[in-house]
């Protein structure tokens, strides 16, 4: 192998390359995994999202005109709940953010909590999406006026970024924007972004019909199974009836979720195809160096044999060899994979990089492996008389 140093050394590039290329695909590949293994929190089906603008009408009849919309809307034959919400709706590439800072005794930030998605919502919202509450409860009619500390609803993930130590969060105190607010109820999740991207955590806060400041403009109708084409015009034709120059948009769900994992998942389509192309001109390639190498080393393999190796051995020793030159090029592989975790790139866990680079060095040996066994087995089949003849 050291007299081959050359033509090895090419081969090692090779394996090199093809354990970064299946170290990335295999660190996206897990990172959705995990992602879509995570709870989504609530049900999309026969739910619509009803999206209206309010043309020209004053801001101040605007919200009137809204609460006579709602009141035909849960009247309307067909719908079964009705729960206002902010743009950042399921599956509408929609999010709100914030950070929040935890602070002990003395008013110190002892822990920040970044990339919170923020929902304002109906309190219908459980009734039309099938929200889980594990602690506490949702919000009520006597959260309206709930005076000083206005009422929250947080999920599981946010109570663990708030509480490591598993305390739960129920009746403790929220901090945000510089006010103290008391969190009633958590929800198992609530991942608007859908199941393909990474689980964030989530504050709820409750829509009052009171509120003439905040002026939401999608609404959620869980509607009945069947439903179709003649409830969705019913329904556009009474935002137009209700609200004078009003229009509307209605979109279900399902959809939605649909055409978002189709936008999600393009891209990594596209480079686990270009990937495996990649991948499969390695392989030939890599047949076909050990197939010359072979043709070449005929009179080698002939000595062998005649000095007693059994077929096995030669083909053990093709094999073996090819193992090695992929150790090597798997080492300088892990030197270069191993800088992400370390320096934290893109904010991924660690354990996502660690099982990529044990899939891509397993998938790297298997490839190795298959693209080595034709031609060992050429090699085991050269018969001594033969191959000396030659020389």
Same mark, same amino acid.
């Given at each position: 192998?050291?007299?081959?140093? &050359?033509?090895?050394?090419?081969?090692?590039?090779?394996?090199?390359?093809?354990?970064?290329? !299946?170290?990335?695909?295999?660190?996206?590949?897990?990172?959705?995994? &995990?992602?879509?293994?995570?709870?989504?929190?609530?049900?999309? #089906?026969?739910?619509?999202?009803?999206?209206? #603008? #309010?043309?020209?009408?004053?801001?101040?009849?605007?919200?009137?005109?809204?609460?006579?919309?709602?009141?035909?809307?849960?009247?309307?034959?067909?719908?079964?709940?009705?729960?206002?919400?902010?743009?950042?709706?399921?599956?509408?590439?929609?999010?709100? &953010?914030?950070?929040?800072? +935890?602070?002990?005794?003395?008013?110190?930030?002892?822990?920040?909590?970044?990339?919170?998605?923020?929902?304002?919502?109906?309190?219908?919202?459980?009734?039309?999406?099938?929200?889980?509450?594990?602690?506490?409860?949702?919000?009520?009619?006597?959260?309206?006026?709930?005076?000083?500390?206005?009422?929250?609803?947080?999920?599981?993930? +946010?109570?663990?970024? +708030?509480?490591?130590?598993?305390?739960?969060?129920?009746?403790?105190?929220?901090?945000?924007?510089?006010?103290?607010?008391?969190?009633?109820?958590?929800?198992?999740?609530?991942?608007?972004?859908?199941? !393909?991207?990474?689980?964030?955590?989530?504050?709820?806060?409750?829509?009052?019909?009171?509120?003439?400041?905040?002026?939401? *403009?999608?609404?959620?109708?869980?509607? &009945?199974?069947?439903?179709?084409?003649?409830?969705?015009?019913?329904?556009?034709?009474?935002?137009?009836?209700?609200?004078?120059?009003?229009?509307?948009?209605?979109?279900?769900?399902?959809?939605?979720?649909?055409?978002? $994992?189709?936008?999600?998942?393009?891209?990594?389509?596209?480079?686990?195809?270009?990937?495996?192309?990649?991948?499969?001109?390695?392989?030939?390639?890599?047949?076909?160096?050990?197939?010359?190498?072979?043709?070449?080393?005929?009179?080698?393999?002939?000595?062998?044999?005649? $000095?007693?190796?059994?077929?096995?051995?030669?083909?053990?020793?093709?094999?073996?060899?090819?193992?090695?030159? #992929?150790?090597?090029?798997?080492?300088?592989?892990?030197?270069?994979?191993? *800088?992400?975790?370390?320096?934290?790139?893109?904010?991924?866990?660690?354990?996502?990089?660690?099982?990529? $680079?044990?899939?891509?060095?397993?998938?790297?040996?298997? !490839?190795?492996?298959?693209?080595?066994?034709?031609?060992?087995?050429?090699?085991?089949?050269?018969?001594?008389?033969?191959?000396?003849?030659?020389?």
């Amino acid at each position: 192998m050291w007299n081959r140093r &050359r033509a090895n050394a090419l081969l090692i590039v090779e394996m090199f390359l093809a354990f970064v290329v !299946l170290f990335a695909v295999g660190s996206i590949g897990t990172t959705l995994w &995990r992602n879509y293994r995570q709870p989504l929190g609530f049900t999309y #089906t026969d739910v619509w999202q009803l999206n209206f #603008t #309010t043309g020209q009408q004053p801001r101040a009849e605007q919200f009137g005109t809204l609460q006579q919309l709602l009141a035909r809307l849960r009247s309307t034959p067909g719908v079964e709940e009705v729960a206002l919400s902010a743009s950042n709706t399921p599956f509408s590439f929609n999010d709100s &953010r914030s950070s929040i800072e +935890m602070k002990d005794e003395k008013g110190k930030t002892k822990r920040s909590i970044n990339n919170v998605n923020v929902y304002n919502v109906g309190p219908e919202l459980p009734k039309v999406l099938g929200l889980k509450v594990v602690a506490g409860r949702w919000f009520d009619r006597s959260d309206v006026a709930s005076g000083a500390n206005p009422p929250v609803v947080i999920d599981e993930r +946010m109570q663990r970024a +708030m509480y490591p130590d598993g305390e739960s969060a129920v009746g403790k105190m929220f901090p945000f924007d510089k006010k103290e607010q008391r969190i009633i109820g958590v929800v198992s999740a609530y991942r608007t972004d859908g199941e !393909l991207q990474e689980p964030l955590s989530s504050v709820l806060w409750q829509i009052l019909p009171t509120d003439t400041i905040f002026l939401p *403009q999608s609404i959620l109708l869980k509607v &009945r199974p069947g439903s179709g084409a003649a409830l969705e015009k019913q329904l556009a034709d009474d935002v137009r009836r209700i609200g004078p120059g009003w229009s509307s948009t209605i979109k279900p769900l399902a959809e939605m979720h649909q055409s978002q $994992m189709k936008q999600l998942l393009t891209r990594p389509i596209l480079l686990g195809s270009m990937s495996f192309f990649l991948l499969l001109n390695v392989a030939l390639g890599l047949f076909g160096v050990l197939w010359l190498n072979i043709s070449r080393r005929r009179g080698e393999i002939g000595v062998r044999r005649a $000095m007693g190796a059994t077929a096995g051995n030669i083909s053990r020793q093709v094999l073996g060899e090819i193992l090695v030159l #992929t150790t090597f090029g798997l080492g300088l592989g892990l030197l270069v994979a191993a *800088q992400f975790p370390l320096l934290g790139v893109f904010s991924v866990q660690t354990s996502v990089y660690l099982t990529a $680079m044990v899939l891509a060095a397993g998938l790297l040996y298997l !490839l190795a492996t298959v693209c080595a066994l034709y031609p060992s087995r050429l090699a085991a089949g050269i018969q001594p008389a033969v191959a000396l003849r030659e020389e």
